[in-house]
């Protein structure tokens, strides 16, 4: 009974990670490839033992001076291709076709190009834009910029303390979900017959995606942090955060970076990552604000992981991303600690609970507003001062040339540390510098 059990779950998975359903759902969505005619057949979409190995041999030929990031914290991103989307005038395979065959197509590449091999992606045919939009909505919620938005102003704007402790559950999942990825080795879905919409994460491995791993921890910490604390319906904030979920998850298919079947395991990680942190989270947070020997555990529980996460495969930007993420949860955790001694922790007393929102005015938005743009600009500002001194000091203490800043942070010995003190500077002066500046502005 136990082996029909088995064999039934592997065909099922075998089915689910054929890179033919992803080929059918981004038909059934309107986007057409422009493969060659004579296509070699593809493979079945399961675990490629020598993805590694084109790493290794594109290592060399990088010339972009820096990588960029997606489902890291506000990382570093790497300089758009944009190659915009005009309308199809070629003749396609069967003869010309019509003016109005035409009107509702659009030919378009991907936006940004593959960030290990430079590679700037074949042209594939849009025929629904709604969709095309959406769905590229939905995989920027898992990307960086996302990220620079979302953090700041929840912090700044609306509940710190949810903030801080989501801040906390996203590096994590970020961890777990990104060494899988290196543990695993599963590449992407085979083009063809996958149309591959975007080409920025096409090089790195895909066993679990870690986009849906994020798109679905951000909104369900959200909602688990919120509710009772904020005043709404529960079948409100459970619907947001599905449908949150959700979109990005189909986003990823869309995309044709991701299986079902990666999908699926993705989404159901996640909730295993929140099921574990939903008793500790409170515990964890108040460990970091009153403990003296805080800020130690801090640093040497991140840092050590980084150093697990570095150790499982080549250099990747997934292994960077890593870092980041717990780069950034190391200055947000240092910086709760901080404001907790200095008694300037912006926590509402429990009396006020629960929390309702203020009536919309506006000198409400416009402060939020002000307070927001502000907060971002002295975060970008932090970002480029730090990467422009850390990097070729870096290099000066490990004897390397920083001519080449691509090649340079190949080397662990620049990339770990490179990550940890830039985005360690920036979560705190995000979390502690920036309010204080805000109370000076008397934004506060």
């Not at 303390?161 to 695993?184: C, H, P, Y």
């Not at 975007?198 to 994020?214: C, G, I, Q, R």
């Not at 600009?377 to 870096?394: D, E, G, H, N, W």
Request: charged share 15%; hydrophobic share 45%; aromatic share 12%.
């Amino acid at each position: 009974m136990a082996s029909v059990v088995v064999k039934t779950f592997v065909r099922m998975c075998n089915y689910l990670q054929d890179p033919c359903h992803v080929a059918r759902f981004q038909h059934f969505c309107g986007v057409e490839g422009t493969f060659p005619e004579r296509q070699t057949k593809p493979d079945s979409g399961r675990p490629d033992p020598d993805s590694s190995r084109l790493r290794k041999r594109v290592q060399q030929d990088r010339q972009d001076p820096d990588d960029g990031t997606g489902n890291g914290a506000a990382g570093d991103a790497a300089t758009p291709q944009v190659n915009g989307m005009q309308g199809d005038d070629t003749v396609r395979p069967g003869g010309p076709q019509t003016a109005d065959q035409d009107s509702d197509k659009t030919r378009a590449k991907p936006l940004r190009r593959n960030s290990l091999t430079g590679d700037m992606g074949q042209e594939f045919l849009i025929h629904n834009k709604f969709l095309f939009y959406l769905f590229t909505f939905g995989t920027e919620l898992g990307n960086e910029m996302f990220f620079i938005i979302f953090f700041p102003f929840l912090f700044w704007n609306i509940d710190a303390l949810v903030a801080r402790r989501l801040i906390v559950v996203w590096a994590w999942n970020l961890f777990v979900g990104q060494s899988t990825k290196d543990m695993v080795r599963w590449s992407r879905p085979a083009s063809p017959p996958v149309v591959k919409v975007e080409v920025f994460y096409n090089s790195e491995y895909s066993m679990p995606s870690t986009h849906a791993m994020t798109g679905t921890a951000i909104p369900f910490c959200v909602f688990m942090l919120t509710y009772g604390r904020w005043q709404y319906p529960f079948l409100f904030g459970f619907c947001v955060a599905l449908s949150w979920s959700i979109l990005v998850c189909v986003s990823r298919v869309y995309m044709g970076m991701h299986s079902i079947l990666e999908v699926i395991t993705g989404f159901l990680y996640s909730l295993l990552v929140l099921a574990f942190f939903q008793p500790i989270l409170e515990k964890i947070d108040n460990y970091y604000m009153t403990d003296h020997y805080a800020p130690l555990v801090i640093i040497m529980s991140h840092v050590s992981f980084g150093l697990v996460a570095f150790s499982l495969d080549s250099w990747s930007t997934s292994r960077g991303d890593t870092a980041q993420a717990l780069g950034t949860g190391v200055g947000a955790a240092l910086a709760t600690h901080v404001n907790y001694q200095l008694g300037v922790l912006p926590d509402p007393p429990l009396s006020l609970l629960p929390l309702t929102l203020p009536p919309l005015s506006i000198g409400l938005v416009l402060r939020s507003l002000l307070r927001f743009f502000i907060g971002v600009a002295v975060l970008l500002i932090t970002r480029t001062v730090m990467k422009a001194v850390t990097i070729p000091f870096l290099c000066r203490v490990f004897g390397l040339s920083s001519d080449d800043v691509r090649q340079a942070r190949q080397h662990m010995k620049v990339e770990l540390p490179y990550r940890y003190i830039v985005y360690s500077v920036v979560g705190f002066v995000c979390v502690c510098f920036v309010p204080v500046l805000f109370r000076i502005l008397n934004l506060a």
